[in-house]
């Protein structure tokens, strides 16, 4: 027997979960990432930004809803499509990845970079690295007790946390919208000759598309919880939840990227996007200005970082249940704070191999997803665009992490199309799929 809410508790469990969807996305990258290409994109922001959240927003949304779409139980179950062993490789490392190796850490790093490194006085910042451990503690202890309640998420964050944290940050945009730092400068490097491109790229920093198929799980499990059982208004709740999540992702992308493109005439090009973020509020509100960017930085990664150990937990106890999801959240936690240590700059630099290579299998899965239909959930068309996909995948992390030759560079270049602006696997992906479906009409056809 299944049920469906009352429409108007329907509709308060949309705004609820939406909301709480938003903020577990809108974490560490979703404030540094948009402010410094802001400042890089200058008066071609309107074109980075389409690009940026194409990949920021629009990627997201297409994740949450092809978990809704698929019925998978979780992301291996939907990757398992093309074998049982690639499942749990896949799901294994998106989960690490967005989980205790980068994204989790990240959270905790980019609240002490932004909101406790600018009160730090001179003899103080010599400290930094006891300070950074002290904060750590703090943050992933609270991370750790939000944690332990999975089933009152929506009340913690979707109805508390959310509300507050979009407050803040409308203070802030909105004083940067409404009495603009300056004019906007000419854009710099790439977004001078392909700006949308380079944005669709950046987009990929925020990891919100790989974390999608972990945070859809998430609100699933909650819609159930308050009492939602019929798949199709369960399947209708998540979607919606991922429209609205996406819509705040991409209005407050648009404000803060604005921001950073605007301050450019008043603190030229700043190192990174935290310190565009430092330097503005402290510009529109004094010391008040700090308070107010620590304040939005860490509910922002605070709630990020609570989903995170959330998912990362109860994926790890389902497919190993000897271990408690307890003692998965322990572990993960622990993890986390001792690599928060390690510094943003490098959990940046030594995560971005590894997005080159799980970005276009994420993509081309959830895309997978939505054509299942098309093509019969033939294990062939899986198997043949996720190969494809994979050996670019694979060119693009080595590239990041070690560079090639000149000569090599140039070959590759050379012989796969999109492949100098990124988006090599674009081609191979699409010559996989079209020849998996004509190996599938075939073996139809013989058997």
């Known amino acids: 027997m299944t049920t469906s809410a009352h429409p108007s508790t329907q509709k308060s469990l949309f705004w609820a979960t939406g909301l709480m969807l938003f903020a577990l996305f809108f974490g560490a990258g979703n404030l540094i990432f948009p402010a410094a290409m802001g400042q890089q994109a200058g008066d071609n922001i309107v074109s980075a930004m389409l690009g940026f959240m194409l990949t920021g927003a629009g990627l997201p949304l297409l994740g949450v809803a092809a978990i809704g779409y698929s019925g998978s139980r979780d992301v291996q179950e939907l990757a398992s499509r093309v074998t049982p062993l690639y499942g749990v490789l896949f799901a294994v490392l998106l989960y690490l990845s967005i989980g205790p190796l980068f ?3 990240r959270t905790a790093t980019v609240s002490f970079e932004i909101g406790i490194v600018p009160f730090l006085g001179a003899e103080a910042a010599a400290q930094k690295s006891w300070a950074l451990a002290i904060f750590s503690l703090v943050f992933f202890a ?4 939000l944690a332990m309640s999975p089933g009152k998420l929506i009340d913690r964050i979707g109805k508390v946390l959310t509300p507050m944290l979009l407050l803040c940050i409308a203070v802030l945009v909105g004083a940067a919208v409404l009495s603009p730092m300056g004019a906007l400068q000419p854009a710099q490097a790439e977004f001078v000759t392909q700006p949308l491109v380079k944005g669709f790229l950046e987009g990929y920093n925020t990891m919100d598309a790989l974390a999608s198929l972990v945070f859809a799980i998430i609100v699933i499990d909650a819609i159930r919880a308050r009492g939602v059982s019929d798949t199709k ?20 992308y648009a404000l803060i990227a604005y921001m950073g493109a605007s301050s450019v005439s008043l603190f030229g090009i700043l190192d990174t996007g935290a310190a565009v973020l430092s330097q503005t509020a ?26 995170l150990i959330t998912s ?4 790890f106890n389902r497919i190993w249940p000897r ?18 240590n390690k510094g943003l700059a490098g959990i940046i630099s030594f995560s971005i191999p590894m997005l080159m290579l799980l970005y276009p299998l994420t993509v081309v899965i959830i895309l997978l997803a939505f054509l299942d239909k098309f093509f019969g959930g033939s294990r062939l068309v899986y198997v043949c665009t996720i190969f494809a996909t994979l050996v670019v995948g694979l060119l693009d992390a080595y590239k990041t992490a070690f560079g090639f030759s000149e000569a090599t560079a140039a070959a590759i270049n050379n012989s796969l199309p999109l492949y100098n602006i ?26």
């Open 312 to 315: 990362c937990a109860e994926y």
């Open 422 to 447: 990124g988006l090599g696997w674009l081609v191979p992906a699409s010559a996989g799929f079209i020849l998996g479906c004509i190996l599938n009409v075939a073996s139809k056809k013989k058997a």
């Open 323 to 340: 271990v408690s999801y307890r003692n998965f959240a322990i572990i993960f936690t622990l993890i986390s704070c001792a690599l928060a």
């Open 282 to 307: 402290q510009h529109y509100f004094g010391i008040g200005g700090n308070v107010l960017l620590a304040a939005i930085v860490f509910l922002a990664c605070l709630t990020t970082s609570v989903g």
């Open 103 to 105: 994204a989790i850490p």
């Open 142 to 145: 609270i991370s750790y007790w």
């Open 233 to 252: 208004t369960l399947t209708g709740l998540t979607i919606r939840a991922g429209i609205l999540a996406a819509v705040c992702l991409a209005v407050v």
